[in-house]
């Protein structure tokens, strides 16, 4: 996954990097028109120390003079798996995150779960880029243990207006599906914590 982003690093300028970054950290990136102003922009994770969380950097492009701006950088909010980048041949692990660009212009963050004990919980963030600054505009979630039979949840829901649906697994097999209604908040990506969100949710 990292040796197509190599190419894309070294074309960043230098004056756009507001702190240094080492090539083979980049875990994965995405570009696509973020603010809404017609130019492709850049949102890249990278890796940071063994057993640390990920950051993730953020640019928009400057059409005046067409380079890629740096305007946020959020440190330790991206849980995932350190692969030891400094080994080459490592196989990519599987809680590595994923980045995918929307049509409306968010970006979502999928954060696959990391492997401690038999239960699971894979979570999507929405991230969206609203009066100067990258806000959690969704969550989701999906919850399992491996080692209990119907221990399975999940929940999807609209963080600005707080509406959104959720499910859990009973003993007999149903499904029990609830509807979230919460007040909706804005939280900046840099101030958002997983507590807030697995609230709005029941959990």
């Known amino acids: 996954m990292k040796s197509p ?3 894309l690093a070294f074309l960043l300028p230098t004056m756009a990097l507001a702190e240094p970054i080492e090539t083979r950290k980049i875990i994965t990136a995405v570009t696509g028109d973020f603010n809404g102003d017609g130019a492709v922009d850049l949102a890249m994770v990278v890796e940071t120390e063994p057993g640390h969380p990920m950051d993730v950097h953020f640019f928009l492009r400057d059409k005046e003079h067409n380079y890629l701006k740096p305007v946020e950088i959020v440190h330790g ?3 995932g798996e350190w692969n030891n980048y400094d080994h080459p041949g490592n196989e990519n692990s599987d809680t590595e995150p994923e980045l995918t660009m929307l049509p409306n212009g968010s970006i979502k963050f999928y954060l696959p779960a990391m492997e401690i004990g038999s239960e699971r919980t894979d979570m999507t963030l929405t991230i969206a880029w609203r009066n100067g600054a990258f806000i959690v505009a969704g ?3 999906d919850h ?6 119907n221990a399975e949840s999940a929940c999807e ?10 499910s859990e697994k009973q003993p007999d097999g149903s499904t029990k599906h ?3 209604s919460v007040e909706g908040q804005t939280i900046a990506f840099k101030d958002w914590t997983p507590g807030t969100t697995f609230t709005a949710c029941g959990e």
């Open 178 to 180: 609830k509807t979230v």
């Open 157 to 166: 829901y609209n963080v600005l207006t707080g509406k959104g649906t959720s």
């Open 139 to 141: 969550f989701a979630y």
């Open 144 to 149: 399992y243990d491996y080692m209990e039979e």
């Open 5 to 7: 982003l190599l190419a």
């Open 77 to 79: 909010q991206i849980l």
